[in-house]
């Protein structure tokens, strides 16, 4: 294969999963240095392990960088045990507290063996960026200061509204972009990963990168995936998630309750289905020759396959099935007795009921359910927040939140 048929090849994979690169004649150009010299390019991405979980969203950007792998290039990937106790700006309307640093290495373990699911870790180079960032002396951070003014950091929208609003930014926050773009440099970064809200940072990290006389990196930006909203981006905050490790069962309800329009980009940024299939699936369903719930039924079998396994996918369809079509109770209910917290005068407050057996977060989170009519009991809905039982009477009855929750009580 040529140079220029190889490097077509690559630029087609990698487009396919692309929201901008920037510039895109610079990434054309290091893939064809890359293949002339044999040397792969270093495609960085960054992640702050502020939380212990990651979910659908976090894995579209690290799709891409196992697509940039499998192409044969090297995955650096950077856990931000530094960065992460200030915690990244983007998107925030006030000051994050700082987390602790053994907060940090507890998130990065869990991030790491999550990652796993979808990144080659064997094949990537893992890197802190305490490891240089921490050594840094206050002249080194004037000097690394001096590369932005205070004007350009203020285009970016959150904190510009955030200026004009009177709310606080701090220092550290102002910090955050150049400590990113130090990364940048310690790696040698010649591509930089992160989803479209990440483009301001990432373009610093050209500018520090030419400070420090280095080539820069091209800033290859991926689609935010949103949550199963259908409003807002994906976040364990907005509660819009599905996480990578969750039951399969929870992953194959939470899929097929996303809003229909969601369908095709959910396949192009979660599943491994290849640009014609998924052109057919969106064209099908433009044109109603596809069926927006069998297309949803693949959708999650893909996803819960391609993070539990066929036989998980196979089980948790069968569940669903028999839970929402059928209207059955599944075989493999849990059992609980009725908590003592939740007898009161010898009667069963619902709401307390629910709060104690851990089908709903708290009594005013169960009476808000009930009110929905979300709450059943043996199948029949039970509509009154104020509802009461004797514990005898519910013995060997099935309690169901929801869709996917269900409780058998035991005397």
Known sequence: M????????????????????????????????????????????????????L????????????????????????????????????????????LTPEALEANAQTYLEQADKVLDLERAQVRRNGEWLA????????????????ARLLERADFSERYKEGRPISLAE??????????????????ELGGTDQTFNLLVGRDIQRAHGQEPQVVFTVPLLLGTDGVRKMSKTFGNHVGLTEPPEEQFGKVMSIPDDLIPAW???????????????????????LHPAEQKLRLAAEIVTRYHGAEA??????????????HEVPEDVPEAQVP?????????????????????????????????????????????????FDPSDLAGRVVQVGRRRFVRLVG
Request: some cysteine; glycine content about 10%.
């Open 313 to 326: 996918a196979r089980g948790a369809a069968t569940r669903f099935d028999r839970v929402h079509r059928q």
């Open 340 to 388: 003592a917290e939740a007898v009161l005068d010898g009667r069963v407050w619902l709401p307390r009921l629910l709060s104690a057996t851990g089908l709903a977060s708290s009594n005013a989170d169960a009476r808000r359910l009930i009110e929905q009519g979300g709450v059943r009991i043996d199948g029949q809905v039970v509509g009154d927040p104020d509802a009461e």
């Open 135 to 150: 050594g840094l002396r206050f002249a080194d951070v004037a000097r690394l200061a001096s590369v932005l003014t205070v």
């Open 55 to 98: 979910h659908l969203g976090h894995a579209v950007v690290l799709g891409t960088l196992r697509r940039f792998q499998d192409l044969g290039h090297t995955a650096v990937l950077i856990v931000g045990d530094f960065t992460g106790r200030v915690g990244d700006p983007t998107g925030q309307s006030e000051t994050r507290p700082m």
């Open 267 to 289: 396949f192009r940024l979660c599943t491994g289905v290849g640009p014609e299939e998924l052109d057919t699936i969106e064209w099908g369903l433009a044109d109603g020759t």
């Open 2 to 53: 040529s140079t220029s048929e190889d490097v077509s090849r690559q630029l087609q994979v990698l487009r396919s999963g692309a929201a901008e690169v920037v510039p895109e004649e610079e990434l054309e150009t290091k893939l064809v240095r890359s293949v002339q010299e044999g040397r792969p390019l270093r495609v960085k991405l960054g992640i702050d392990p502020s939380a212990p979980d």
């Open 174 to 191: 102002f910090l955050y972009p150049l400590m990113q773009g130090y990364d940048s440099v310690a790696v040698e970064a010649d591509v």
